[in-house]
């Protein structure tokens, strides 16, 4: 048996230092992730996946604390991947959803993660499903996802989710404008957080009206509801109707559906990473740098250069 | 496309009234092009060795001003050995007399920076200690 195998053992068996290798491994290598996979992904299935998203600054991070209270309340075991975005000047990140769960910090039954965008080639999506799988084959109930949701790739990442809140503020008139962006469609539940701040009818209203607008053919209306940052008031609303919209996607049998509809996003992630990473590996990145410059002074076109390049790109896996 | 990244805790135990210190130094890192997991203020050891195995961090760095450093290293070093992850080094930063140092670097804290220090040779450090780049 490698050390791999010992390592995949441990996580299984409930080690946490593992899980936390494990996530490492998968995070910075996919081929690592086509070991790991095959051994885990048999355990996995049986979690309650929620993602939470919203702007920058809207609670996203004190709402989840109020639910892994709750979810350890009645006693389920909770992972969180919380994402923050890489600085696409430097690569680096500074990771700080963790301080608004601190309560939880040494509560052994609860797993945070966290996890930065990293590079825009898609890799995230894949890392966040295989954390997910990773979290779920470790024997936890719930596994909430946390991101900002700007963007395409962040949308993917939490769209899968069996249930999907999206958080925004009042007064912000502009939180609407992002939630216009892509994530108003994706969500199951609203939560107008800070609640206590003036502007909150309208926000809701707007709300309201964007969703009359979208037709969800699941025949689930999505709430929603008031929520106060750190504070039980809404919170335990919020969460009554997570647990409601979960009991709802197994009675409709949309649970299914919609696992089908993430293994499609995800095998579709694995192969476009996949071709990626070949496409570098044949077409190296100064190649690259040299093929553009020849179509900025006009010598070629895009094309033609795709056209030259077919006969290699057909080796490509 | 997956790419590795050096990840840090930056973690301040006990009771230290501010931060400004560890939060520079989170954010040279950041800009070092590492990936850092800052907690706020006021944890515990028991949190901090939590939170290094959840995030597998590669380093742990402690910011202490309060005076307690001694059995604050201490405590973080021994609950390390408990969960079998003494290998992760740990450096440290803050208000610590020079005369606590041969101590600490007796109990296992590879490096302490003082006020003044350089956050080029914290980063440099870190890089060469981890030898990953």
Redesign the interface.
Known sequence: MNSLDELIKKMIKGDRRALGKIITLMENDSSSSAYIIPKIHYLTGKAHIVGITGPPGSGKSSIVDKLISYYRNEGKKVGVVAIDPTSPFTGGAILGDRIRMKKHYTDKEVFIRSMATRGNLGGLSEATGNTIKALDAFGKDVIIIETVGAGQVEVDVVKVADTVVVVSVPSMGDSVQTLKAGIMEIGDIFAVNKADIEGVEKCIMEIRMMLELSDKEEGWNPPIMKTFGNKDDGANELYDEIKKHNSFLFDSGYHEKRRIIREKTELFNILQNLFIKNLYSTVSEKEMDELAKKIANREKDPYMIIEELIPRLKKLI | ?????L?ILIAKPGLDGHDRGAKVV??A????????????LR??P??IV??A????VDVIGLSILSGAHNHLFKKVIDLLKE???EDIPIFGGGIIPEDDMPYLKGIGVKKIFGPGTNTGDIVTYIKEMTNKF
């Open positions: 496309m997956p790419e590795k990244k990840r989170a954010r890192l950041r800009d070092a092009g590492m990936e850092v997991i800052y907690t706020g944890q515990t028991e949190s939590e939170t195995l959840q995030e597998d969960e079998g992850a």
